[in-house]
């Protein structure tokens, strides 16, 4: 190669790696803002929590861009400029402690900031807020712990508690009435309809597998475990609807085991309470009327008047 030309390509190698480095710089920029929003970053935007979780997430996710275009970066240039060429040697370094020392404090201080952050941001995601003064009237949630959970309160103390139960294959919520009598509960499946501006409390069980709740947009997963409970919360600020899914392989049909919540002002979630509660009664009665009906057929059937008795066998 005649060395007139050497300058030339080189300028022309550095333009391309600038320009390569830029565009990766650019595609991971346009990555991480709304055009794809939650296909990098976790889904949020119905609860408080949800909404903290994204934040960390994309914290730490920028604090790791950073690092992984510089270090690439780096490396890239080092490999681009360094490569082994026929006629050069390289400088012949071994160690230099100013720079090793440089990056562990470095990338000890970038890690203890993290930390830092993540204990500070853990207290929101934890802890619920108290519900709204215009929210659904709620009662008390007894505190209850257990071995290794334990039942977030907001500092009011009162939020509406609903028990999630995760069953082969539907989720059961049961919406405690405050009496002391457990079984005649307003329940539902699958859809569980809650006010909004309202602190809802969960707590999380199973009946007979393992099992996993999650709505993306309402926070973190939260085993159903039989045998033990689980917790977490939401707040929803606006009506919608949030859909999830178990998300903890429990059989064959565990795709089927879908969960929406449907959040409704504090007024209608009232109404809905009630019509439900009027549901569940008007089938419990029926079937009581039923049970009655089929003892008493079956009562007649016994009797002898109906010649339904076993013949008698003869010779005895
Ligand atoms: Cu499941």
Same mark, same amino acid.
């Given at each position: 190669?005649?060395?007139?030309?050497?300058?030339?390509?080189?300028?022309?190698?550095?333009?391309?790696?600038?320009?390569?480095?830029?565009?990766?710089?650019?595609?991971?920029?346009?990555? !991480?803002?709304?055009?794809?929003?939650?296909?990098?970053?976790?889904?949020?935007?119905?609860?408080?929590? !949800?909404?903290?979780?994204?934040?960390?997430?994309?914290?730490?996710?920028?604090?790791?861009?950073?690092?992984?275009?510089?270090?690439?970066?780096?490396?890239?240039?080092?490999?681009?400029?360094?490569?082994?060429?026929?006629?050069?040697?390289? !400088?012949?370094?071994?160690?230099?402690?100013?720079?090793?020392?440089?990056?562990?404090?470095?990338?000890?201080?970038?890690?203890?900031?993290?930390?830092?952050?993540?204990?500070?941001?853990?207290?929101?995601?934890?802890?619920?807020?108290?519900?709204? !003064?215009?929210?659904?009237?709620?009662?008390?949630?007894?505190?209850?712990?257990?071995?290794?959970?334990?039942?977030?309160?907001?500092?009011?103390?009162?939020?509406?508690?609903?028990?999630?139960?995760?069953?082969?294959?539907?989720?059961?919520?049961?919406?405690?009435?405050?009496?002391?009598?457990?079984?005649?509960?307003?329940?539902?499946?699958?859809?569980?309809?809650?006010?909004?501006?309202?602190?809802?409390?969960?707590?999380?069980?199973?009946?007979?597998?393992?099992?996993?709740?999650?709505?993306?947009?309402?926070?973190?997963?939260?085993?159903?475990?039989?045998?033990?409970?689980?917790?977490?919360?939401?707040?929803?600020?606006?009506?919608?609807?949030?859909?999830?899914?178990?998300?903890?392989?429990?059989?064959?049909?565990?795709?089927?085991?879908?969960?929406?919540?449907?959040?409704?002002?504090?007024?209608?979630?009232?109404?809905?309470?009630?019509?439900?509660?009027?549901?569940?009664?008007?089938?419990?009665?029926?079937?009581?009327?039923?049970?009655?009906?089929?003892?008493?057929?079956?009562?007649?059937?016994?009797?002898?008047?109906?010649?339904?008795?076993?013949?008698?066998?003869?010779?005895?």
């Amino acid at each position: 190669m005649p060395a007139a030309l050497a300058p030339a390509r080189l300028r022309t190698r550095r333009r391309v790696f600038t320009l390569a480095l830029l565009a990766g710089l650019a595609g991971t920029l346009v990555l !991480a803002t709304g055009a794809s929003a939650d296909f990098l970053t976790p889904e949020s935007g119905g609860s408080p929590n !949800a909404d903290s979780i994204d934040t960390l997430y994309k914290i730490i996710l920028a604090v790791a861009v950073v690092v992984f275009v510089g270090v690439e970066g780096v490396l890239l240039y080092s490999l681009i400029k360094f490569r082994v060429r026929k006629d050069a040697v390289p !400088a012949q370094i071994r160690g230099n402690t100013r720079l090793e020392i440089g990056w562990t404090l470095g990338a000890a201080a970038i890690l203890v900031i993290l930390a830092v952050v993540s204990f500070l941001m853990l207290d929101d995601i934890r802890n619920p807020p108290n519900s709204d !003064a215009d929210g659904f009237p709620t009662q008390r949630v007894v505190n209850v712990q257990n071995a290794s959970a334990y039942q977030p309160r907001p500092p009011s103390g009162k939020a509406l508690n609903i028990e999630v139960n995760g069953q082969r294959y539907a989720w059961r919520y049961t919406y405690p009435d405050g009496d002391d009598n457990v079984l005649n509960n307003t329940y539902s499946y699958e859809t569980m309809v809650v006010p909004t501006k309202t602190t809802v409390t969960l707590a999380i069980s199973a009946q007979d597998v393992a099992h996993s709740w999650w709505i993306p947009e309402l926070g973190g997963k939260a085993d159903a475990v039989p045998g033990h409970t689980n917790f977490t919360w939401f707040k929803i600020p606006e009506p919608g609807v949030f859909r999830g899914q178990c998300a903890e392989l429990c059989g064959r049909n565990h795709a089927d085991m879908i969960a929406t919540v449907v959040a409704v002002q504090p007024a209608e979630f009232k109404q809905w309470l009630t019509s439900k509660k009027g549901e569940i009664d008007a089938a419990n009665k029926a079937a009581q009327k039923r049970r009655k009906a089929e003892a008493e057929e079956t009562a007649a059937g016994e009797s002898p008047v109906n010649g339904d008795t076993p013949p008698t066998q003869g010779g005895s």
